[in-house]
C-alpha cells in the first residue's frame, strides 16, 4: 500500500499488510463497524471488476468515488475466469440506481411496472431477483440489505441459494444483518484494526449484541440505558 497516502490507506483493515484476499468459495461476506472499510472494499472490487461507482453491470460507468479510485489503482485482481458478467449495487446510491434502470428497462425486465412505484424494499428485492435468477457472474453487493425487512432478507437468501445451486455466480457482500451473515458455507470475513481476519458468525458482535437482547429484552433495554 503507498505510505503516508490518507483515506482509504490509513483505515486499519486495509492498511494491514499484507491486503492478499481469495474468493474460494460461492459467497464471501464482510462484516465490521461503520467506518471499517467495507464499503469503500467492495468499491474498490467493482471497479476492478469494471463496475461503475454508483452500481449496475458492467455498462454504467457513469462515476467513482475517489477512495474507490486510489484503492482499486492500488490492488491488483487475478480471475479464474476473467469477470465479464455481474452487478453491483451500492448502499448510498441504489435509489439512482432504480431510477435509471427504470427508465431505461422496467417495462421489458420488471413487470411492466415502474420500479419508483413499488416500497423501497420491493424495488431493492425486484431488482436482485432480475439480476442474480436471470444472469450470472460476480455480484458485489454492499449492504443489501438496507431496505430489506426479514422477510424478504430471507427471500433474498433463497435468491442466493438458488444461484448457487447453478454454479454459475460469485457473491461478495457487506452486510451488517445477522441473517446474511449466517448464511450456510460462506467466508465470514471481519474488519479489523489488525486486518481482515476469517471468523465464524457466532464471534460476530451483531450476533453477541442481538442474542443478549433475544434472551431478556427488557433487562437489555434497561441495561444500555443505565447511567
Known amino acids: 500500500m503507498p505510505e503516508n497516502a490518507g483515506h482509504p490507506f490509513t483505515v486499519p483493515a486495509i492498511a494491514a499488510e499484507p491486503l492478499d484476499l481469495e474468493f474460494t468459495r460461492p459467497v464471501t461476506i464482510f462484516v465490521g463497524v461503520n467506518?471499517?472499510?467495507?464499503?469503500?472494499?467492495?468499491?474498490?472490487?467493482?471497479?476492478?471488476?469494471?463496475?461503475?461507482?454508483?452500481?449496475?453491470?458492467?455498462?454504467?460507468?457513469?462515476?467513482?468515488?475517489?477512495?474507490?479510485?486510489?484503492?482499486?489503482?492500488?490492488?491488483?485482481?487475478?480471475?479464474?475466469?476473467?469477470?465479464?458478467?455481474?452487478?453491483?449495487?451500492?448502499?448510498?446510491?441504489?435509489?439512482?440506481?432504480?431510477?435509471?434502470?427504470?427508465?431505461?428497462d422496467a417495462q421489458v425486465d420488471y413487470g411492466g411496472r415502474s420500479l419508483t412505484t413499488r416500497s423501497h424494499g420491493e424495488g431493492y428485492l425486484q431488482i436482485f431477483r432480475n439480476r442474480i435468477e436471470g444472469g450470472s457472474g460476480l455480484f458485489v453487493l454492499d449492504e443489501p440489505e438496507a431496505a430489506l425487512s426479514p422477510a424478504l432478507q430471507i427471500e433474498f437468501l433463497r435468491m442466493i441459494r438458488r444461484?448457487?445451486?447453478?454454479?454459475?455466480?460469485?457473491?461478495?457482500?457487506?452486510?451488517?444483518?445477522?441473517?446474511?451473515?449466517?448464511?450456510?458455507?460462506?467466508?465470514?470475513?471481519?474488519?479489523?484494526?489488525?486486518?481482515?481476519?476469517?471468523?465464524?458468525f457466532e464471534r460476530t458482535d451483531h450476533f453477541r449484541l442481538l442474542r443478549e437482547f433475544y434472551r431478556d429484552p427488557g433487562a437489555f433495554m434497561s441495561s444500555i440505558f443505565d447511567e
Open 35 to 104: 467506518g471499517s472499510g467495507k464499503s469503500t472494499l467492495l468499491e474498490a472490487i467493482a471497479a476492478l471488476s469494471g463496475f461503475g461507482g454508483d452500481g449496475g453491470n458492467r455498462n454504467y460507468r457513469d462515476s467513482t468515488t475517489v477512495a474507490e479510485e486510489r484503492l482499486s489503482q492500488a490492488l491488483r485482481a487475478s480471475w479464474k475466469p476473467k469477470v465479464s458478467r455481474g452487478f453491483y449495487t451500492r448502499a448510498e446510491t441504489i435509489m439512482g440506481l432504480i431510477s435509471r434502470i427504470d427508465a431505461f
Open 163 to 200: 444461484a448457487e445451486r447453478r454454479e454459475d455466480t460469485q457473491f461478495i457482500i457487506a452486510t451488517h444483518s445477522p441473517l446474511l451473515m449466517a448464511y450456510p458455507g460462506t467466508t465470514l470475513l471481519h474488519m479489523t484494526d489488525f486486518g481482515i481476519i476469517e471468523r465464524p
